[in-house]
């Protein structure tokens, strides 16, 4: 239980008193980290003769790109960075334990933030594509006896995606402690593969998936 309480790592004097839980903290080494390699890996970047870091790094986002434009379609792609970020950001705070951090998505803040951006981000983009008066009549479609229940799906969608991804990190947070306890030696080590890093990045790749699945429906 100890270990599952958001610590607060230090308090910012303005407002009475503002926390600054360890997710955020972690958040904030994990944002350092991503942005001093994107910088380190984007300084040398040749049209000709590209080395073997740039080839690999463009194969890796080309084959983000069509992943997400399989999707959301090639006409939404200016929604992929977004969505790219997304999965980069979880995959890292999924796998950080395995450096000694507590991974940020344990903290139901963290996740619920992630769902409340990924939310506003659906509705936009639903509204973008085919206007306000569009986006406000498909809740009474196919019939206005199911608005509420559209109405209320809006809602539904970030709780789901929040709950889903703290669920599945916080359960395989307590199933690898109580493994730990009983059989500290060697059970564990195959184990932390699978919900360390196998689980951790499939739990960013559902996350990334659901919400461009939405995206795509409330484009429809």
């Not at 903290?25 to 000709?48: D, G, H, P």
């Not at 080309?62 to 434009?69: A, Q, T």
């Not at 594509?129 to 006896?145: E, R, S, Y």
Request: charged share 15%; hydrophobic share 55%; net charge negative.
């Amino acid at each position: 239980m100890e270990e599952l309480n958001c610590k607060t790592v230090f308090t910012i004097p303005v407002f009475g008193g503002i926390a600054v839980d360890e997710g955020v903290v972690v958040t904030w080494i994990i944002m350092t980290i991503l942005a001093l390699l994107s910088i380190l890996f984007v300084r040398n970047l040749k049209v000709e003769n590209p080395g073997k870091v740039q080839l690999a790094l463009e194969s890796v986002i080309e084959w983000g790109e069509n992943f997400f434009k399989d999707i959301i379609g090639e006409e939404n792609k200016r929604y992929i960075p977004w969505l790219m970020t997304v999965a980069l950001y979880l995959a890292c705070a999924n796998l950080i334990g395995l450096f000694g951090f507590k991974p940020p998505t344990k903290d139901l803040n963290i996740t619920a933030g992630l769902a409340i951006m990924s939310m506003l981000l659906i509705e936009y983009s639903g509204i973008h594509k085919n206007g306000v008066k569009h986006w406000c009549g498909h809740f009474a479609k196919p019939v206005p006896l199911v608005a509420p229940i559209m109405i209320l799906e809006i809602f539904i969608r970030p709780l789901s995606l929040c709950m889903r991804l703290f669920g599945n990190m916080l359960g395989g947070f307590v199933v690898m402690e109580l493994v730990e306890q009983v059989v500290p030696l060697f059970v564990p080590i195959p184990l932390s593969f699978y919900f360390d890093i196998f689980d951790g990045l499939l739990q960013a790749y559902v996350f990334v998936f659901l919400t461009g699945l939405f995206m795509n429906e409330e484009m429809e």
